[in-house]
T-cell receptor
Framework: DTAVSQTPKYLVTQMGNDKSIKCEQN?????MYWYKQDSKKFLKIMFS???????INETVPNRFSPKSPDKAHLNLHINSLELGDSAVYFC??????????FGPGTRLLVL | GDSVTQMEGPVTLSEEAFLTINCTYT??????LFWYVQYPGEGLQLLLK?????DKGSNKGFEATYRKETTSFHLEKGSVQVSDSAVYFC???????????FGTGTKLQVIP
């Protein structure tokens, strides 16, 4: 019974490609997030949606575009991938913006 | 803006040693404070939290007390185990539709 799931778990791709990462939560939460974790484990929030509405949009290149088709899903599309996009991307969800439940992460490597 | 400062790691301890990981914060109002743990190859998971001054969060032998006067939320455990080896993140949330601000993480390695 996975609470927050992400696909794919690993993603290796060439510079310039476009890719998507999918996230689904079965916890009934209203709020979902995308985070980027670099090689030094620094965690940076990218986006947050509440009831399909964008509420947090940090300074992120516009090559990154989140999409929330419904409350249970928040996908991340990345255009024109760059070497610096290599990182682990975590999806998370929360009920009341308090405790966050994280997915297992998607390890993106751009060659 | 809000910020969280954690002691830099890595922290290496022998099994059964006492653990302290320092965390201090700056925030507006009265934030909720959290410790998250990330085991190798996994996502973060909540370890404990405290929502108001003088509250003590505890879980799995770990404790942290919300100290408003010193703006601190230090993580402690009396006797660490090898299985506690992980990266620990201190975090805060100021309220409303505010993002959670994470510290930089402290890697703990416990050796037998």
């Amino acid at each position: 019974d996975t609470a927050v799931s992400q696909t794919p778990k690993y993603l290796v791709t060439q510079m310039g490609n476009d890719k998507s990462i999918k996230c689904e939560q079965n916890l009934g939460h209203d709020t979902m997030y995308w985070y980027k974790q670099d090689s030094k484990k620094f965690l940076k929030i990218m986006f947050s949606y509440n009831n399909k509405e964008l509420i947090i949009n940090e300074t992120v290149p516009n090559r990154f575009s989140p999409k929330s088709p419904d409350k249970a899903h928040l996908n991340l599309h990345i255009n024109s991938l760059e070497l610096g996009d290599s990182a682990v991307y975590f999806c998370a969800s929360s009920k009341d913006q308090e405790t966050q439940y994280f997915g297992p992460g998607t390890r993106l490597l751009v060659l | 803006g809000d910020s969280v400062t954690q002691m830099e790691g890595p922290v290496t301890l022998s099994e059964e040693a006492f653990l302290t990981i320092n965390c201090t914060y700056t925030a507006t109002g009265y934030p909720s404070l959290f410790w998250y743990v990330q085991y190798p190859g996994e996502g973060l998971q909540l370890l404990l939290k405290a929502t108001k001054a003088d509250d003590k969060g505890s879980n799995k032998g770990f404790e942290a007390t919300y100290r408003k006067e010193t703006t601190s939320f230090h993580l402690e455990k009396g006797s660490v185990q090898v299985s506690d080896s992980a990266v620990y993140f201190c975090a805060l949330r100021s309220g409303g539709y505010q993002k959670v601000t994470f510290g930089t993480g402290t890697k703990l390695q416990v050796i037998p």
